[in-house]
């Protein structure tokens, strides 16, 4: 196959009973430039691994497989390790249990980045469905979907102040930013364990601008069950405040490496110390009392007090103050 223009990204895991649809709705699209397809498959202890061996030998000059013999313990380490692995020009993101239901996808979004050099990315509208294939109606749940509901241009900016996202995973088209190296991008496993999708896109804002299409062209499949292994439904055993907490402290770290911190950064260094705080409060143990130690050594004493001296206890008292006196 000649080189590839556009890399797609698909990582699976546990997905025997989806995987198939999404080969087969990559397989499907319809371009005028070569692209690949490769599969991070993270040792699935169900058919997965074997069904995308199988596709592998029909279409062995399209599909790449970064295949491990144990599982890594981290999605969001296979999501890095098959990005790197990725030659295209352009990357294209899906998971083993979504789909994209439009044959032009890749087309239309390649096709506005050519013309528009001016965006990292384009994503698009999507569709929610259950399980068992059945569209959510439940407008409980499709909550959940208006943090991707927005049009047009998404900036930096509006990625830290709107509390919304410019696009689902699996819609999303960008350039391929890893190929310069520019930055150090292990930051994407080294944040969290499981949360990929919201740092890829810090990464894109950084270097550009996103637009979104009001097309639907991917389906999105939310599965929260007891026992079951998306994100979604493991999330229901975490204390999920909390790592989102660690998770924005690494990434606050890695930006003032990067690109260095502003005063929005004060204010989420803060309200994440607050968290703790409030987390301890409810619940006074060790573990949540460490809790606070970890947000007060870096949000509130490097950050918000910029290394000025300041002392733990006093500061929760001032904190506690605060709210209950104004």
């Known amino acids: 196959m ?8 698909l990582i699976t895991y546990n997905h025997e009973k989806y995987i198939r649809r999404a080969l087969d709705s990559v397989l499907s699209q319809e371009t ?17 691994r074997e069904i995308v061996k199988e596709y592998k030998k029909l279409y062995p000059d399209k599909i790449r497989l970064v295949h491990r013999e144990k599982n890594t313990g981290r999605p969001t380490l296979n ?10 020009d352009y990357l294209a993101y899906l998971e083993g249990d979504d789909y994209w239901t439009d044959t032009k996808k890749l087309q239309k979004q390649v096709d506005f980045l050519e013309a528009h050099p001016e965006y990292i990315a384009v994503t698009h509208s999507h569709v ?6 059945n569209e959510i109606t439940d407008p409980e749940i499709l909550k959940i979907s208006d943090l991707y509901k927005w049009s047009g241009e998404f900036t930096f900016d509006d990625y830290k102040h709107s509390k919304k996202w ?5 819609s999303v088209v960008s350039r391929n930013i890893y190929k310069n190296a520019k930055r150090d991008y292990t930051i994407l496993y080294k944040a969290h364990d499981f949360v990929d999708d919201g740092v890829i896109l810090l990464f894109l804002l950084m270097d550009g601008k996103i637009f979104r299409m009001d097309e639907n062209m991917s389906v ?17 055993k975490r204390n999920i405040a909390k790592e989102d907490c660690y998770m924005t402290q690494k990434l606050m770290e890695w930006l003032e ?3 260095g911190l502003d005063d929005y950064a004060k204010y989420v260094a803060k309200r994440d110390f607050l968290t703790a705080l409030s987390t301890f409060s409810a619940s006074p143990n060790k ?3 460490g809790f606070v130690k970890d947000m007060f050594k870096y949000n509130i004493k490097h950050v918000v007090m910029e290394d000025k001296k300041v002392s733990l206890i006093p500061y929760c008292v001032k904190c506690v103050k605060e709210k209950f006196v104004g």
Not at 80 to 86: K, S
Not at 128 to 133: E, K, S, V
Not at 222 to 230: A, E, F, I, P, Q
Request: proline fraction near 6%; hydrophobic fraction near 30%.
């Open 220 to 236: 999105w499949r939310y599965v929260k069950k007891t026992g079951g292994s998306s994100w979604t439904s493991r999330a229901m």
């Open 79 to 88: 999501v890095y390790e098959t990005t790197m692995a990725c030659k295209g």
């Open 166 to 170: 410019p696009g689902h995973y699996a």
């Open 287 to 289: 573990d949540n009392w």
């Open 257 to 259: 490496k990067e690109i």
């Open 128 to 133: 929610m469905i259950d399980d068992n294939d």
């Open 2 to 9: 000649a080189k590839p223009k556009l890399s797609v990204i």
């Open 32 to 48: 005028d430039f070569p692209f690949e397809i490769v599969v991070g498959e993270d040792r699935s202890p169900d058919q997965t």
